[in-house]
């Protein structure tokens, strides 16, 4: 089973700042990888598919890159609305299965 | 445009089984794969399993497998997710997410299941 693992833990910055999150797989899913935004009290939001695919009215400042086992997603301006925890979701051929990465809290400075 | 409607939130016994329903429209069900993730309070995402709402093939995690079944109701564009042996630890909010290509793009709201004696 892939274990997915995200790094930091929490991330402080402040507005305007660029944040780089990291997600590590225990072996190669390709680009079988998605990120996601959850806020407080709200559903997860689908931001990349495959790696680097923004998802539908995603804006430009979120990135995605990587393949195999190391990726990164990237916020290249942080807007106040930004602050949310974010998740990694790998998709596995064999055995066929997926899994979430433990998450980054992105908070304000 | 796309919805995923749960079902209310429950309350059961620790022992007890309890099933949540998710009802989709604005696409064809029987087209995408349907997940349910599972979200105890203050912590993270877990996916339990998935269907396939065309032929109904199922894939389970691990940790789920023996206590998780999911089905689907294609007349009803309906797909339920059912756990058993209910202990406090499954204490969490339940989502079905509709799959786009291995990614969840639409997610319901969530089913909130509390297990309290």
């Known amino acids: 089973e892939i274990v997915l693992t995200q790094s930091p833990a929490t991330l402080s910055l402040s507005p305007g700042e660029r944040a780089t999150l990291s997600c590590r797989a225990s072996?190669?899913?390709?680009?079988?990888l998605a990120w996601y935004q959850q806020k407080p009290g709200q559903v997860p939001r689908l931001l990349i598919s495959?790696?680097?695919n923004r998802a539908t009215g995603i804006p430009a400042r979120f990135s995605g890159s990587g393949s195999g086992t190391d990726f990164t997603l990237t916020i290249s301006s942080l807007d106040p609305e930004d602050f949310a925890v974010y998740y990694c979701?790998?998709?596995?051929?064999?055995?066929?299965?997926?899994?979430f990465g433990g998450g980054t809290r992105v908070e304000i400075k | 445009q796309v919805h995923l409607v749960q079902s209310g939130a429950e309350v059961k016994k620790p022992g007890a089984s309890v099933k949540v329903s998710c009802k989709a429209s604005?696409?064809?069900?029987?087209?995408?794969?349907l997940h349910w993730v599972r979200q105890a309070p203050g912590q993270g995402l877990e996916w339990m399993g998935w269907i396939n709402a065309g032929n109904g093939a199922t894939k389970y995690s691990r940790k789920f497998q023996g206590r998780v079944t999911i089905t689907r109701d294609t007349s009803a564009s309906t797909a339920y997710m059912e756990l058993s042996s209910l202990t406090s630890e499954d204490t969490a909010v339940y989502y079905c997410a509709k799959d786009s290509y291995y990614s969840m793009d639409v997610w319901g709201k969530g089913t909130t299941v509390t297990v309290s004696s």
């Open positions: 604005g696409y064809t069900f029987i087209s995408h794969t």
């Open positions: 072996q190669s899913v390709g680009t079988y």
């Open positions: 495959d790696a680097s």
């Open positions: 979701q790998q998709r596995s051929n064999w055995p066929p299965a997926l899994s």
